[in-house]
């Protein structure tokens, strides 16, 4: 099917089911010339096919919102792709950031430093500790 978007001048080439060739003109939304495989009709002839032309306009719209509908739902699952994507690689930072932070660092001769990031846990066990000692000495 070939239309040039304007739907009240437009010149379309269209075939049905069985195979026959439909050249149709349209000036001012109205018929002007019809040719079927080829063979151009005569103005009284063109009467006979006075439903074509509602018949292409409905299954160009048909076409055209199969066509939207199938855009939307690429476009949709494009962007739940995109959103899946972006939390794997969110997961995968947090993951790489957690690992990182749990290794230890080395100092400047190469040997390793435990990190201390939990300075209350710490300072709880040297407490318990001190307690501990405090009551075997008494």
């Given at each position: ?29 109205q ?93 709880e ?14």
């Amino acid at each position: 099917m070939n239309n040039n978007h304007d739907m009240a001048n437009r010149e379309i080439m269209v075939r049905d089911d069985q195979g026959n060739q439909y050249h149709l003109k349209i000036i001012n939304n109205q018929l002007v010339a019809l040719d079927v495989n080829g063979v151009s009709l005569s103005e009284s002839e063109r009467a006979t096919y006075s439903e074509l032309l509602p018949q292409i306009d409905r299954a160009m719209a048909e076409k055209s919102k199969v066509k939207q509908e199938t855009v939307t739902e690429f476009k949709a699952k494009a962007a739940e792709n995109q959103r899946q994507q972006l939390s794997r690689l969110k997961q995968a930072q947090a993951s790489k950031r957690n690992h990182l932070q749990s290794q230890t660092e080395k100092d400047a001769t190469g040997k390793s430093v435990k990190q201390t990031t939990d300075l209350s846990s710490q300072s709880e066990k040297l407490a318990n500790y001190n307690r501990t000692y405090a009551k075997v000495v008494n």
